[in-house]
């Protein structure tokens, strides 16, 4: 399975204009099963979602998942989920997350087989280390393999994943942040030892560089049975 994750900041781009086209346009590039999103939805009044669903139906092959915190939002604290056609949710969470700053993250089940949760963590490192302890937490009962994908704005390459490290492996495709020259491996996942990561990368167009301030990233996993222990087997 194909996933993606990509901070569309709200689909202003780089040149400061608000242009949802080009954000659908890049997502559709991203040619993934399902895409989460952070920075999904406005700040103000009742969070209006900066992509409007019915763009999102005429020009794309994506089912917004079902976690918006109000009727015009399309996420949860600005974290979305879309699914392509074809593929079932059978199951919708989302979690407040502690922090001087409101965060929250949103998990969704596909299939009926596999945890997907989209996250944007704080800002500072102390918060962050909280927000993972509790989100760790919240997803510990999940049975079956479970993938976190966001922005977990650590600039870091050595630090600050510790609440995580033991219970999930962790991968940063590469330098996500800011797109006109990227140097923060912000973007990253986070996927429990059941699941054998294939292959993972950065989207890097002439486009993404433009439509937000985040490229994409994306990750092909291995969801059979064996991937575990083809892991192991590996050492």
């Known amino acids: 399975m194909r996933l993606a994750s990509y901070n569309i900041r709200k689909a202003v781009g780089t040149d400061r204009r608000r242009d949802p086209h080009r954000v659908i346009e890049v997502i559709n590039g991203l040619d ?16 209006p979602t900066a992509l409007p669903r019915r763009m999102i139906s005429d020009q794309t092959d994506y089912v917004p998942a079902d976690v918006g ?5 399309l996420g949860y604290h600005g974290n979305a989920v879309l699914v392509r056609r074809g593929h079932e949710v059978t199951g919708v969470s989302r979690f407040d997350l502690p922090g001087l700053e409101p965060r929250g993250a949103v998990a969704v089940e596909i299939d ?8 944007h963590l704080g800002l500072m ?4 280390h909280v927000q993972m302890r509790a989100l760790r937490g919240l997803l510990e009962p999940t049975p079956g393999p479970t993938i976190i994908l966001g922005d977990f704005n650590e600039w870091s390459r050595t630090a600050g994943m ?7 492996r962790l991968h940063a495709p590469g330098a996500s942040y800011p797109t006109m020259r990227p140097t923060g491996h912000l973007d990253r996942i986070a996927h429990s030892h059941d699941v054998r990561l294939l292959d993972a990368g950065v ?8 439509a937000s301030d985040h490229l994409p990233i994306w990750a092909e996993f291995d969801l059979s049975p064996r991937a575990d222990a083809a892991d192991a087997a590996h050492g």
């Open 32 to 47: 993934a099963d399902v895409v989460v999103l952070q920075e999904a939805d406005r700040r103000l009044g009742p969070r």
């Open 69 to 73: 915190q109000s009727a015009v939002s």
């Open 125 to 128: 490192r102390r918060h962050r």
């Open 203 to 210: 989207h890097d167009s002439r486009l993404a560089r433009v």
């Open 162 to 168: 510790e609440e995580f490290s033991y219970a999930f």
């Open 112 to 119: 009926g087989a596999l945890t997907i949760a989209g996250v």
